[in-house]
């Protein structure tokens, strides 16, 4: 019999993070040849984490433009993902996430009859325009998907609750757990960030549905803690995203304990999770790594995917309102039980040993 081939696709900073240990683990199995194909969908941020992981793309489909739609980006997805197809001819596609490169992906294979495995399944806020495009992209993805791979129980009940058969769901854990793991050791040997005597907030901010008055409403209100905590670092490491740039930049840059650098690489950023005392974000992954490394986050958002780290009472939703930001901040900085409470350590997104269960249901199904 052949061996298998299995064609995995890339777009996005956080794709590839948490596809590296699937990528490697199927790598590593010998029983199939797995295929590397970077979409593009993000240059600088994807090419920064391929790096780290050692991953090189067998192919790249350089979809990137500055600031093009969503409508121009699915297109030329749309296309280039179908010309890889026929160009590959796998036995099945994998794709990670929510992005529109995993949308596309999803749809591509459909249209070509191609079993499409889906990692990261059966994440729901229920609400199209909460996160945006996310939500639809996710909802889509999952109709079109042979082999779901959900983090946890409640992404398989959401399955479950759009009628997807229980056995076409696998609860396997976040693989960004095992992305975590695999790069502890060598971040702890990276940048300091944290000056001696000072505690250092992170920050991050990129979502499409924040874009405009609740992005400049957040970055008011670390404008205000900035001036009432002058003892407090803030560390934005901002995305390359026009829209996210073009307002940060004139209500934060110039202030004495605000830092905007460039996107930090994964070895440098998990150093800087680690180094912070809390961390502001509207980021899906920083939602699920944080609460593994005790940090806690307050989350730039009205709603969450991920309501088990809610749950254990680690990750709490501040929206974009400007009092409710800067209250909940200076509680954490101010009562230490309140931080203690929320610094414990817990991972409800998985114990880093997702890449390898996945690789196995995949080559125990491939082998029927
Ligand atoms: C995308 C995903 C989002 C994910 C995020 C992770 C979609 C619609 N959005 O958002 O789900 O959470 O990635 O970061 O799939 N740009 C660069 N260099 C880069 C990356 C982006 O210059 O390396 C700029 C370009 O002008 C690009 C713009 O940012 O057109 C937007 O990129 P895009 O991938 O469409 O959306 P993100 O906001 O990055
Ligand atoms: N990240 C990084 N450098 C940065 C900011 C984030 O390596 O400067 C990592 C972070 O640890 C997480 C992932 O990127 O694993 C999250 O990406 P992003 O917030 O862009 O996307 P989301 O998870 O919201 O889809």
């Known amino acids: ?15 590839a993070i948490k596809m590296a240990p699937v990528i490697t683990a199927l790598q590593a199995s010998g029983w199939c040849d797995c295929t590397v194909l970077a979409t593009g969908q993000h240059r600088e941020l994807l090419d920064q984490v391929l790096q780290v992981f050692g991953l090189v793309p067998d192919a790249d489909l350089q979809v990137m433009a500055p600031n093009q739609s969503l409508a121009a980006l699915s297109a030329r997805l749309l296309c280039a993902l179908d010309g890889a197809i026929e160009h590959w001819r796998p036995d099945v596609l994998i794709a990670q996430g929510d992005t529109t490169s995993v ?16 990692i990261e399944a059966g994440l729901r806020t229920h609400d199209l325009d909460n996160p945006f495009p996310e939500e639809m992209n996710r909802v889509v993805a999952g109709l079109l998907t042979r082999w779901h791979f959900s983090p946890t129980e409640s992404a398989r009940e959401n399955l479950l609750a759009e009628r997807i058969p229980a056995d076409r769901i696998h609860v396997t854990g976040n693989t960004v757990i095992d992305a ?8 702890d040997r990276a940048h300091l960030f944290a000056r001696p005597g000072r505690r250092l907030i992170l920050v991050t901010a990129h979502r499409r549905e924040n874009f405009g008055a609740p992005l400049a409403e ?4 670390i404008a205000q803690l900035a001036s009432l905590r002058p003892e407090t670092d803030f560390l934005f490491p901002w995305h390359p995203n026009p829209n996210v740039r073009g307002i940060v930049r004139p209500l934060l840059e110039g202030l004495p304990n605000v830092t905007l650098c460039e996107p930090l690489d994964y070895l440098a950023f998990v150093a800087a999770m680690r180094q912070s005392h809390l961390i502001l974000s509207d980021s899906g992954g920083v939602q699920e790594e944080a609460p593994a490394l005790a940090k806690p986050v307050l989350v730039l958002r009205r709603e969450t995917e991920r309501p088990e780290a809610v749950a254990a009472g680690v990750v709490r939703l501040v929206g974009h309102d400007f009092d409710t930001i800067v209250q909940s901040t200076l509680s954490l900085l101010d009562d230490a039980a309140a931080h203690a409470a929320m610094a414990r350590g817990v991972s409800p997104y998985g114990d880093g040993q997702a890449a390898s269960r996945i690789e196995q249901i995949l080559r125990k199904a491939l082998a029927q």
């Open 1 to 15: 019999m052949r061996r298998k081939r299995i064609l995995t696709v890339v777009g996005t900073r956080p794709e």
């Open 103 to 118: 949308l596309c992906a999803a749809m591509a294979a459909f249209y070509r009859r191609l079993p499409f495995a889906h």
């Open 180 to 187: 975590l793991h695999s790069v502890a050791e060598r971040a």
């Open 218 to 221: 957040i970055c008011r209100a």
